[in-house]
């Protein structure tokens, strides 16, 4: 089995072929778009391939260590950021091809109307094993 990270974004995707925001959804419209994705997290733990997931708020703070005996920098929030967050799943399958084939699924969450959304999601895999210094793209 392997472990995928799906990425729900706000923005900095390319754009949902249903790209009303959810702020201008009716209560029944989020309603139909949670139970959806209640359902799908549901039907997964059913198979075993569910491991955790949540929603999250677009607000958010940047935080940097500065140095030994010193509070932590803090910034933001960046509204503006192209890579904000909306939330997560982690699924444990047996193939790439079945987390593909779960991120189509999951796309397909109804929006504005009850349409499918068809929103991109960022599938990623999670590390088999800790880089090395040399794997690090940091260094």
């Known amino acids: 089995m392997a472990k995928y990270l799906l990425l729900k974004h706000y923005r900095g995707a390319p754009a949902p072929a249903n790209d009303v925001p959810m702020d201008q959804w009716t209560p029944e ?40 005996g010193r509070p932590p920098v803090t910034d933001g929030p960046f509204a503006e950021t192209k890579d904000l967050i909306a939330g997560w799943m982690v699924i444990d399958v047996d193939s790439h091809e ?42």
């Open 29 to 68: 419209e989020i309603s139909a778009h949670v139970r959806y994705m209640n359902d799908f997290a549901a039907r997964l733990e059913e198979t075993g391939e569910f491991v955790d997931g949540q929603a999250l708020a677009p607000e958010g703070t940047w935080v940097r260590y500065d140095g030994a």
């Open 98 to 139: 079945r987390a593909v084939e779960l991120a189509g699924e999951l796309s397909a969450a109804p929006g504005a109307g009850g349409k499918p959304i068809h929103e991109w999601l960022e599938l990623r895999p999670f590390l088999a094993a800790s880089p090395t210094v040399t794997d690090c793209p940091h260094r």
